[in-house]
C-alpha cells in the first residue's frame, strides 16, 4: 500500500511539473501553423482543427484495444502473471490514447496555436512517455514472475524500478532545463531497449529450461515486437508515405504501419498470457 501511495504521489507531480513548465521546443524544421495543415489531412469541427483522421482512429482503437484486454488479464485472479500483464497493458493503454491525442487528433491544437511556429512536444506527448515506461516497468514485473525465484525476482524488480525513475528523472530535466534530446521518442527507446532484452533473455532461458508454452509465447512476443518496430523504420525511411499522400492524397503513415502492427500484437500478448496457470 505504502509503495503504491509513493508512486501515486511521484506521478501526480511529476505529471503537474510537465504541466507547470511546459516545454517552448519549437518543431524542426520550423514549421508555420499554415504550412503544417498543408502538409496533413485535417478538418474542422467549429473552431476545433482535428487532424489526421485515419491515423486517429487507428491510435485510438489501439489504446482501447489495449485497454480491454488489460482489464480482462486483469480481473481474471487466477494467476498473479494475468494480474501485473493486466496493469501493464492498461497503462500501456492510455499511454496511446495520450499519444494519439498529441501526435495525431488534436495535435494541432496542442502545438500549433500558441505561437507564430508549431512546437515539438506537448504534455500529452510527455505524459505517454511516462506512463508508457511506467508500464514497461510493470511488464517487466509480470515477465520475471514465472522465471525467476523469489529473491532473483526483488532483485530484477528493484534494478527496473530505480530504472523508471532514473528515467523519469531524466524527462523532467529535458523539460525543466530545455534538452530536446531527453523528451524525444529516440531517447525513450534507447533507455528501454535493456528491458526488451532482458525479457527475451528471461523467457528465452524460462523456455529452455522446462519447455513450458508460457515462455515460449512471450518469446514470440518479443520476436514480433521487434519484427513490428523493423517494419515502421522500413517503410519510415522508404519515403513511400510521402509519395502517397503528394501524388494519390493517400495517408498512411509509418505510425500507421506501427500501431497496426501493434493491434495484433496486444492480441497475440492476451491470448498468450490468458493461458497462464
Not at 482535428?50 to 482489464?71: C, E
Amino acid at each position: 500500500m505504502k509503495k503504491k501511495l509513493t508512486l501515486g504521489v511521484f506521478s501526480i507531480v511529476i505529471l503537474s511539473l510537465f504541466l507547470l513548465f511546459p516545454t517552448s521546443f519549437l518543431a524542426l524544421p520550423e514549421i508555420t501553423p499554415s504550412d503544417y495543415l498543408d502538409s496533413v489531412p485535417y478538418f474542422s469541427i467549429g473552431n476545433i482543427i482535428f487532424i489526421k483522421p485515419t491515423s486517429t482512429f487507428l491510435v485510438y482503437l489501439l489504446g482501447l484495444v489495449t485497454i480491454l484486454f488489460g482489464y480482462k488479464l486483469y480481473k481474471d485472479k487466477s494467476v498473479e502473471t494475468k494480474t501485473w500483464w493486466g496493469i501493464a497493458l492498461i497503462l500501456w493503454g492510455i499511454g496511446t490514447l495520450l499519444a494519439g491525442s498529441s501526435y495525431q487528433g488534436f495535435g494541432y491544437e496542442l502545438k500549433c496555436t500558441v505561437d507564430e511556429y508549431c512546437l515539438f512536444t506537448s504534455w500529452f506527448e510527455l505524459s505517454y512517455l511516462y506512463v508508457t515506461a511506467l508500464s514497461i516497468t510493470v511488464m517487466a514485473y509480470a515477465v520475471s514472475i514465472k522465471t525467476l525465484q523469489v529473491k532473483e525476482r526483488m532483485l530484477y524488480s528493484k534494478i527496473t524500478i530505480i530504472g523508471f525513475f532514473i528515467y523519469s528523472l531524466v524527462l523532467l530535466l529535458g523539460v525543466l532545463l530545455g534538452i530536446r534530446f531527453l523528451v524525444t521518442y529516440e531517447m525513450f527507446l534507447v533507455f528501454f531497449l535493456p528491458y526488451f532484452i532482458s525479457f527475451f533473455v528471461l523467457n528465452l532461458k524460462g523456455y529452455k529450461k522446462d519447455k513450458n508454452d508460457l515462455d515460449k509465447g512471450q518469446v514470440i512476443i518479443w520476436l514480433l515486437m521487434l519484427l513490428i518496430n523493423i517494419l515502421y523504420f522500413a517503410y519510415y525511411y522508404s519515403g513511400i508515405a510521402e509519395v502517397l499522400y503528394e501524388n494519390n492524397n493517400i495517408w498512411f503513415s509509418a505510425n500507421d504501419v506501427l500501431h497496426i502492427g501493434l493491434i495484433g500484437w496486444m492480441y497475440y500478448i492476451y491470448n498468450v498470457i490468458k493461458k497462464a496457470d
